[in-house]
């Protein structure tokens, strides 16, 4: 049976796409390059979206855990 | 006599359909895959409704557990 | 002398009828099934009340304990 | 010296009338019954004030420590 | 060289009148008599204020550490 | 190669005047006595401000680091 | 394959410009010069932002963890 854990996800999804939905309307897309256990995340390549629309571009960010509602693939 | 500490009942779960309401009138429906202790859950075929109104749909999502409000099979 | 610590007072009330209010004006009134040590609770038979108002009726419920206000048996 | 740490001036206010204020205008008081490091507490002939009027009776009710601003015997 | 780590300095206001300020407009004044490491302070002879006007007198109360912003001896 | 670990920079600024920012538009100015790793702080000589008006003076104060948005030597 | 866990990420940038975006519309530009793992920055040549404008300089400062919304080398 395979492995679901949240923890076990994130790792498997290093190099892969990933969309990562804050509160206050914040959206950050980007390539996933690492986590930590809080759910601290680094991402790459990232367009940052605020209600729906991208207002920056940055090359690399580590994105607080504290902050997210859900990470998709 | 059956135990039903919260998550034990997750474990339960595991494969099946669950309603996620979270804080902010945030709803996620979909199949419960992984869990950790924090309430972070693993879900797929995920349908996100905002407000009673259904707003996207994604593959899977990793829902961070310090949102939820209630899990319900 | 009876003990009425939290966790032990919860736990008489397994199989209880309990009212339990959250924060934001929300109510979830059912069976207690179980709980842990953050005052996660599993209820069955669950009505939820907005404000005072029904409107939800749920076969189960994971309450997250970090919205609780009081649960009264 | 008297001893007057927090959780000893709880203890010996088992079996006395206290009041309990809570964050969002919410008032609780009655008999307290029991305690946990947290500061939940469990009390019995419980009459909940919002906003300085009288809302509702319990019996009981174990009120999350989370939302006290204070505690008074 | 005197030392000023923020619990010596509440051990070292025991039996002192103190100012403690809450967020929300909220302040207490009264005398320290015990202290534990969350900062939950126990006062007697407090007075609330509550936006700047006195609104209350207790005789005593435990004031949870987690919504003050200062404390001045 | 020197050390700028946060801990390490609050020990450098014993003695020192310090601006410490507070969220809600507070801030407090004053020098630097104490502090323990939850970044509460003791201060003496404090001037507080509140959306950039001066608003009191306190001899000394124990500022709680849950609320601190920077301290600056 | 590169470690790209979160502190390793900033231990990476020590002595590099990075932008680090605060909830509340907060924004601090400037040096990283130190780090803890709850992500309490100490920065160098730091220029304040509020929703888009400068509104001060700061030759050193402590920024608190808590209210990092993400930090961007």
Not at 21 to 37: F, H, M, N, S, T
Not at 42 to 70: C, H, I, P
Request: hydrophobic letters at 35%; charged letters at 25%; a negative charge.
């Amino acid at each position: 049976m395979e492995d679901n854990r949240p923890l076990t996800v994130l790792n498997r999804n290093i190099g892969n796409h990933v969309i990562v939905e804050l509160r206050y309307g914040k959206e950050y897309r980007g390539v996933l390059q690492g986590y930590d256990p809080h759910l601290n995340l680094v991402m790459s390549d990232v367009k940052e979206f605020v209600e729906g629309e991208q207002t920056r571009t940055l090359q690399s960010a580590l994105v607080r855990g504290d902050n997210v509602v859900y990470i998709s693939p």
